[in-house]
């Protein structure tokens, strides 16, 4: 092949000859036509909830963050213009509010392989803002809850130190999408009605884990949607009862648990005067556990 045969082929933009040509035209002319950020051609628009302030879109509501959204905006729009089997990669490098808050500027580093060249562009896109309200609130606004976590004792009534620290431990279980739509509290406990099988049943494990006791589920078919039954799930935790040693404050009196008759109740000794008492079953769910200070 002689040197004329070898660069037949020639850019018709800029006249340079080349051997390889992309839609007609030379690697630098065919690298220039290429804008992988049109942020003028691109409106991007993102809901905010007026309630908790998250970022959603879609009519599922579900939240999400403003880079996501404008990575995923992107990518599409790339893919749209140059081919869907265009290999692309978007990364969200910040965003800045605007002052009025309607308004937020995102920077991205876009890399793009397109008809086998690599293509790399750095930009700015404008989100604009959308008021709503997000899924996750409509939800809670309007009592909506899968399961109910019942915090009981075994053959007593939990104190209100236990309930405080079961719900303490019930908040900070709570995942992203997790809520609790209300809590409801019961002369034998405290129930909380959660939004998620998932989280009824990681918050029963965790009070079981830290506070002591056991806990069991049962669903209860509520309806159906969509052609798929619908249940709601009662999460049964059971904290300890009173074990054999145990200080108790009952009316005016103070008692050490000597032994436990299950079902029956408790064999105890009155600490003022060495008196051995029996406490019933139903008399025991009214004693507190006594607390011994050490000077």
């Not at 978007?90 to 002052?99: N, Q, S, T, W």
């Not at 145990?246 to 079902?263: A, F, H, Q, R």
């Not at 005067?273 to 009214?286: A, S, Y």
């Amino acid at each position: 092949m002689n040197e004329r045969e070898k660069w037949s082929r020639f850019c018709p933009k800029c006249g340079k000859k080349t051997d390889e040509l992309f839609d007609s035209l030379c690697k630098e002319c065919f690298t220039k036509e290429i804008r992988l950020i049109e942020a003028e051609e691109l409106e991007i628009r993102v809901s905010v909830c007026e309630n908790c302030g998250g970022y959603f879109k879609g009519k599922g509501k579900e939240r999400t963050s403003i880079e996501e959204v404008v990575v995923d905006s992107v990518r599409k729009e790339i893919r749209k213009r140059y081919g869907y089997e265009c290999r692309v990669e978007v990364a969200g490098l910040g965003k800045e509010i605007k002052a009025d808050e309607n308004r937020a500027s995102v920077s991205l580093d876009v890399k793009a392989e397109i008809k086998g060249v690599e293509i790399e562009e750095r930009g700015e896109v404008e989100v604009i803002f959308k008021k709503e309200t997000c899924d996750r609130c409509s939800k809670i606004a309007g009592g909506y809850y899968v399961g109910i976590v019942q915090i009981r004792a075994e053959d007593r009534i939990p104190t209100d130190e236990e309930l405080a620290m079961a719900e303490e431990i019930a908040y900070s279980s709570l995942g992203e999408e997790d809520f609790v739509s209300e809590e409801r509290t019961l002369k034998e406990g405290l129930d909380i009605y959660v939004s998620s099988m998932d989280c009824g049943r990681r918050i029963s494990r965790w009070i079981v884990k830290k506070l002591g006791g056991s806990f069991s589920e049962s669903r209860k078919l509520y309806g159906r949607k969509d052609g798929r039954n619908i249940y709601r799930v009662s999460f049964s935790v059971r904290l300890l009862g009173f074990g054999e040693g145990t200080l108790l404050e009952i009316e005016d009196k103070v008692v050490s648990v000597e032994k436990v008759i299950k079902g029956k109740g408790m064999e105890c000794v009155d600490m003022n005067t060495g008196e051995r008492v029996f406490l019933r079953k139903k008399e025991t769910k009214n004693a507190k556990r006594k607390i011994v200070v050490l000077c």
